[in-house]
């Protein structure tokens, strides 16, 4: 049984950081694509940041340069870092994984609200 489970949202002032983290369970990690995805109400889910296994990141036009993602496969836990936060950051931000040889993210976490006022 898959389980992704996000947790460090939180509101805070334009400016700040905060750290996301999606700890993993049922799912090898080493092998894995993950990312970041967002949403407001009454738009779609963006893609805000993702990661294959060889390392490679990308990174929405809108946050790169300000967040950083990144993977501990021995914590089986994904992490985005998010510094100099502006109110347009304001989303439900959820972890996503998929197998790399497929196209589709097939798993998802409940999400974590992250507020910048």
């Known amino acids: 049984h898959v389980q992704l489970v996000e947790s460090g949202g939180d509101s805070v002032q334009a400016g700040g950081s905060l750290r996301l983290s999606c700890e993993v369970s049922?799912?090898?990690?080493?092998?894995?694509?993950m990312a970041w995805y967002r949403q407001v109400p009454g738009k779609e889910r963006e893609l805000v940041a993702d990661?294959?296994?060889?390392?490679?990141?990308n990174y929405d036009d809108s946050v790169r340069g300000r967040f950083t993602i990144s993977k501990d496969s021995a914590k089986d836990t994904l992490y985005l870092q998010m510094d100099s936060l502006k109110p347009e950051d304001t989303a439900m931000y959820y972890c996503?994984?998929?197998?790399?040889?497929?196209?589709?993210?097939?798993?998802w976490g409940q999400g974590t609200q992250v507020t910048v006022s």
């Open positions: 996503a994984a998929r197998h790399c040889s497929e196209y589709k993210y097939n798993y």
């Open positions: 049922g799912f090898l990690m080493r092998g894995a694509c």
């Open positions: 990661t294959d296994t060889d390392g490679t990141r």
